[in-house]
């Protein structure tokens, strides 16, 4: 049990380091961030206290918040995905999957660790960065930059959980 | 009661991601308002450490840049205290006693810049210890970057001309026209100019300057120049100017600290409560 609090907070201060010092300084194309602190809560045990993992989620994303400046957005947007993960996961698998100890999230079908991903990415995003332009009149801007970023950071989640992930 | 109860234990998770999403929206919307400083910041130890062990490893790489700007600075002065060393030895000599500037410069370095977003912050190695106040001027000597928002002991943000909450007071160096500095959020190299009245003489490549009037910059500081303009109507649109500053490329900045403010505000505040 502690081995398992340990890497989770290990990961925690790991995302936070890697999405400041690396992630945030990409722009690719002058504006396309990718978000991958979001794979924190990706790859959260499932067997767990939901109220201490909505709590951690939240936590996160106000210390990235305060590295960018940006108000609770991060916070707001991350807690959102950490409240709807476990409905969605549910619809998208079947129970006896889900009951199973040992269920880690880079043994789904491709198809539906893909959906999964891209979802809760998408969902992150949009929430993420209505906040940020905070009116009605930039809706064209958010749906582009939810749309640009949200790909990158797909593309570049399916990738590092395919490849970290550990096999049987 | 057993009713409430049961209640609260079921929808227990539900009822703790509204209060979470209420506070990460109240930080949220307390980032909007522009006045009031905010809670969540990068001035604080850590994120400002962070940042620091950052642009330390990032000045290595941009040495050579910084040293040109340096001697580029140090060629300009240099002339300026030639001109005035001629028309010194002409005019009176002044006594220093009785000159006293208005203005007090700290330098300081910039740990990290964003000018990305729609709303960005700049982070600087000094702070209250070193004696910055909230609304203090930043520049560099290319021309404007912010205003220091929020401070910790050690570190500073700044709020950077490159937000759309900046809102700042400029005029054209040509004509005494006064207008407000804004950004609109899409290229960090121009800015846009507002509230320039219709009778203004306006030419591409005329050169703006702070006002003066806002008593957080001196008057006369640079800009940048009239990229294009649109009229509409019997007012101008939009007035894009193009920065002297990269923002993308800051290094070292002085903090302007002006020693009559206060006066001068008393003053404003008593003259408009008569």
């Known amino acids: ?168 | 009661m057993q009713q409430i109860i049961y209640f609260l234990r079921k929808y227990r998770y539900f009822l703790l991601f509204t209060i979470l999403e209420l506070i990460a929206l109240l930080f949220t919307i307390q980032s909007h308002s522009f006045h009031k400083s905010k809670f969540v910041n990068s001035a604080t130890s850590i994120t400002g450490g962070v940042y620091t062990q950052m642009s330390n490893i990032n000045d290595f790489f941009t040495l050579k840049q910084e040293n040109r700007l340096l001697s580029e600075e140090n060629n300009r002065l240099k002339n300026k205290l030639s001109q005035y060393l001629q028309e010194d030895s002409k005019s009176m000599v002044i006594d220093s006693f009785y000159v006293q500037s208005k203005y007090n410069y700290t330098a300081a370095k910039i740990i990290k810049n964003d000018f990305r977003k729609i709303n960005n912050f700049i982070t600087i190695n000094k702070g209250s210890s070193s004696g910055l106040k909230s609304d203090m001027g930043v520049v560099n000597t290319k021309g404007i970057i912010g205003i220091v928002k929020n401070l910790s002991d050690e570190y500073a943000t700044v709020l950077s001309i490159l937000n759309s909450y900046s809102k700042l007071n400029v005029k054209l160096k040509n004509s005494n026209y006064f207008g407000t500095l804004t950004w609109d959020g899409n290229d960090y190299n121009t800015v846009q100019l507002i509230d320039i009245p219709r009778q203004a003489n306006l030419s591409v490549g005329d050169t703006i300057i702070t006002g003066g009037r806002s008593a957080i910059f001196p008057e006369g500081i640079r800009v940048g120049v009239i990229q294009d303009f649109q009229f509409e109507g019997t007012k101008f649109n939009e007035i894009n100017i193009r920065l002297f500053n990269d923002m993308s490329a800051l290094g070292y900045v002085q903090i302007i600290e002006n020693i009559e403010r206060k006066q001068q505000q008393l003053l404003e505040e008593q003259t408009t409560n008569e």
């Open chain 1, 1 to 168: 049990m502690n081995n398992k609090l340990f890497k989770i907070l290990f990961q925690f201060i790991g995302f936070i380091l890697l999405q400041v010092i690396v992630f945030d300084n990409i722009h690719l194309f002058g504006y396309v961030n990718p978000y991958i602190y979001i794979a924190w809560v990706l790859l959260y045990p499932l067997k767990s206290e939901r109220g201490l993992f909505l709590f951690l989620s939240f936590l996160l994303g106000l210390c990235i918040d305060f590295f960018s400046n940006s108000g609770g957005i991060n916070a707001a947007s991350l807690l959102f995905i950490a409240y709807i993960r476990f409905p969605l996961l549910t619809s998208l698998l079947r129970k006896a999957d889900l009951d199973f100890l040992l269920f880690h999230v880079s043994n789904m079908p491709f198809i539906k660790l893909l959906s999964y991903i891209s979802i809760l990415v998408l969902s992150h995003h949009i929430v993420l960065f209505s906040l940020e332009y905070f009116s009605f009149s930039n809706i064209g801007i958010i749906l582009k930059h939810t749309f640009l970023s949200g790909i990158f950071t797909i593309v570049l989640l399916v990738i590092s959980i395919q490849l970290f992930s550990p096999r049987k």
